[in-house]
T-cell receptor, first 111, second 113 residues
Framework: ETGVTQSPTHLIKTRGQQVTLRCSSQSGHNTVSWYQQALGQGPQFIFQ???????GRGNFPPRFSGLQFPNYSSELNVNALELDDSALYLCATSTGGYEQYFGPGTRLTVT | SQQGEEDPQALSIQEGENATMNCSYK?????LQWYRQNSGRGLVHLILIRSNEREKHSGRLRVTLDTSKKSSSLLITASRAADTASYFC?????????????FGKGITLSVRP
């Protein structure tokens, strides 16, 4: 157990809807990264937040957005859901060092 | 795009045997990390090796890094059924203050009791 929690565990949405996923940070971890993992693939970097500011973004469209709160917890929002957005969404927190601590993930299914 | 490429894609061994997994990457790195993932859940950090290190040990794990060949290997000795999982190598990249990770597609390890 890393101490990083994510909610919800599973989620089913319809194409075109919007979704918000949440991630709590370990104490003292001021950096949170979000990854998307499609079935049978490795995680793909979506974006990272550091001290409430976006600090790098992967190759994902603007309908993927995020927030980081003063307590360093974070949200990932996805608008206009598409079928290809079905994946495991992972958040990872760190103190800014090399090692990242992953939460258990949120399994999103878009129908 | 994925920086790391692991091989084999799948590995099945008997309990007690050693498991060797390989990873190749494309660009210069300052460290390489291995993670484990059980049944599509969160990733667990196993070990980090820095670019100036050639070999590192942690319990039953041994990692090597050859920067000239841009490759790394993970050896799990005396495997157990509980080692059954997917294993990923990850390399950092930098856009902004802190590092982010690029992962390979992973290796599925099955350890038969």
């Amino acid at each position: 157990e890393t101490g990083v929690t994510q909610s919800p565990t599973h989620l089913i949405k319809t194409r075109g809807q919007q979704v918000t996923l949440r991630c709590s940070s370990q104490s003292g971890h001021n950096t949170v990264s979000w990854y998307q993992q499609a079935l049978g693939q490795g995680p793909q970097f979506i974006f990272q937040y550091y001290r409430e500011e976006e600090n790098g973004r992967g190759n994902f469209p603007p309908r993927f957005s995020g927030l980081q709160f003063p307590n360093y917890s974070s949200e990932l929002n996805v608008n206009a859901l598409e079928l290809d957005d079905s994946a495991l969404y992972l958040c990872a927190t760190s103190t800014g060092g090399y090692e990242q601590y992953f939460g258990p993930g949120t399994r999103l299914t878009v129908t | 795009s994925q920086q790391g490429e692991e091989d084999p894609q799948a590995l099945s061994i008997q309990e007690g045997e050693n498991a060797t997994m390989n990873c190749s990457y494309k660009t210069s790195i300052n460290n390489l990390q291995w993670y484990r993932q059980n049944s599509g859940r969160g990733l667990v950090h196993l070990i980090l090796i820095r670019s100036n290190e050639r070999e590192k040990h942690s319990g039953r794990l041994r990692v090597t890094l050859d920067t000239s060949k841009k490759s790394s290997s993970l050896l799990i000795t005396a495997s157990r059924a509980a080692d059954t999982a997917s294993y990923f190598c990850a390399t950092p990249f930098y856009t902004g203050a802190n590092s982010k990770l690029t992962f390979g597609k992973g290796i599925t390890l099955s350890v038969r009791p």
